[in-house]
């Protein structure tokens, strides 16, 4: 067994893990956790107790950056109490500032970018061996690649279980990070999503979220040539999973033959994530986005004849440089005519590379903040008349866990991505059960266990007595 400066103790190293930001994030944690226990590195709960804290970072956003900034000023002290505790900063925050977290974070011992995850375990050993503090950011890093995803085994399965199908972007949208932090897209062989679907389906997953920075263009960098609507028939044709999901998707390379999976794969949730981030077609052109409002607008009619009871949600944001008044009327238009169920409401801040950042005619952060409050008080309108909508239709619901509020309740979710609670034994997670609707609110629904056992399909055939009308912060 091996482990950093406690290898000579009788007990294995004790890592904590401390991930901001997107699900791909929280997926690459995991991983590294799994890397690291191949090293003899067991998860620790408490970082006072660690050996190593591995903080997995995310700067898509100036708040989201700033958090990271703030905790990592909080573990000075744990270094100073233990001063052989190894401190790493790894994801998007360490590749955008590489060594210069080295110099603002003393305590920090080693900065590992996006593309270097896969060869964290090599390099805290080679810190063991005395080698000294490092940032470690390199272009590609097929072997850490290899060893991040490679890996035939998981550290833990739920029962919504995230697989990464792809990595990084092409697009550069104006005001995005992404690209130069990420990278350039990256899309994993299809055996390797495949042997993985099978091996969290055996340990108990019911429900895989696939995801990608732009699912749509999986495929686009491997040699098989595959789309990704071709993926999704393969999980759905070569694997038990009883659920698929996916996100993010881009407007702009969501194709038909994708459009046409609702209704041809049965194992397909009926829902979409798909960011429109403005209804102004000057904005969207300024954003480099690549597709108009009324482009957005077909590709959403598109989805609702292939599959009528899709949940739709998107990412949109208020004041990006040189929005008017007008502009924002055009993105309340285009929330009006949607109806999204649920829709992520961001202001627009300046991100270090991103080309939006040398723009001109900045909106006030008073202006966005009106802007913002305007929007979302549009959307909680909608979102809680859909979720009225829901009263008296039954649904099928995968149940994950007991619910938050820690009331007795079950907690899960309907093939359109609404949560519902309702009264259940916790024998009952991970089993798909019916459950009628009774109440509705802003951000759940709450119901009545009718059938403990069904399963999607069964429950959207129209005939079936309870059949009803029914049936993932930043994004592309
Ligand atoms: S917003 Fe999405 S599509 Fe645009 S550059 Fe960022 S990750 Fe890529």
Redesign the pocket.
């Known amino acids: 067994m091996e482990g950093l400066a406690l290898a000579a103790e009788a007990r294995p190293s004790r890592l904590f893990v401390h991930t901001f930001g997107c699900q791909m994030n929280e997926y690459d944690s995991l991983r590294v956790q799994r890397l690291l226990a191949q090293d003899g590195y067991t998860l620790s709960s408490d970082p006072s107790e660690a050996d190593v804290i591995f903080i997995n970072t995310c700067s898509v956003r100036e708040k989201a950056e700033q958090k990271v900034f703030s905790l990592l000023g909080r573990l000075r002290r744990f270094k100073q109490r233990k001063p052989s505790l190894v401190i790493v900063v790894g994801g998007c925050v360490a590749q955008q500032l590489g060594s210069a977290l080295l110099e603002r974070f003393p305590h920090v011992d080693l900065v590992v970018g996006t593309r270097a995850l896969g060869s964290l375990p090599h390099l805290l050993r080679s810190l063991r061996g005395g080698t000294p503090r490092v940032a470690h950011l390199p272009e590609q890093d097929e072997e850490g690649w290899r060893e991040l995803f490679g890996l035939t085994d998981t550290w833990r399965t739920d029962i919504v279980a995230p697989v990464t199908v792809m990595q990084g972007?092409d697009?550069?949208?104006t005001y995005?990070i992404?690209?130069y932090v990420r990278g350039r897209e990256r899309s994993r062989p299809s055996g390797e999503i495949l042997r993985e679907v099978h091996l969290l389906v055996e340990k108990g997953a019911r429900e895989v979220l696939l995801l990608g920075?732009?699912v749509n263009s999986y495929g686009r960098s491997l040699d098989e040539k595959l789309r990704f609507s071709d993926l999704l028939r393969m999980i759905a044709r070569e694997t038990d999973v009883a659920r698929i999901r996916f996100t993010t998707s881009?407007p702009k390379d969501l194709t038909e033959d994708l459009v046409q999976c609702f209704s041809d794969i049965p194992q397909l949730c009926p829902h979409i994530h798909l960011p429109f981030q403005a209804g102004s077609d000057r904005v969207l052109e300024r954003m480099n986005r690549r597709y108009t409002a009324q482009d957005y607008r077909r590709k959403v009619d598109l989805l609702r004849a292939a599959c009528p009871e899709i949940g739709i949600s998107a990412d949109v944001m208020v004041g990006f440089p040189g929005e008017t008044e007008e502009d924002f009327l055009a993105t309340l238009d285009l929330i009006r005519d949607v109806r999204f169920d649920t829709l992520f409401s961001f202001r627009y801040s300046d991100r270090p590379f991103a080309a939006a950042r040398l723009f001109p005619d900045k909106v006030s952060e008073a202006e966005k903040a009106r802007r913002l409050t305007e929007l979302q008080s549009l959307q909680a309108a909608i979102t809680l008349e859909k979720n009225r909508e829901e009263m008296g239709r039954v649904r099928p619901v995968l149940v994950e866990s007991e619910s938050k509020s820690k009331d007795g309740l079950m907690s899960g979710r309907t093939p359109q991505n609404r949560i519902v609670n309702f009264p259940g034994s916790p024998a009952l997670k991970g089993r798909i059960v019916s459950v009628k609707i009774t109440e509705a609110y802003a951000h759940s629904l709450k119901g009545r266990l009718l059938d403990e056992e069904c399963s999607d399909t069964e429950a959207a055939l129209p005939n079936r007595p309870f059949a009803g009308t029914e049936l993932g912060d930043h994004?592309?």
């Open positions: 972007c697009n550069f949208c995005c992404v690209p920075q732009n881009h994004g592309p």
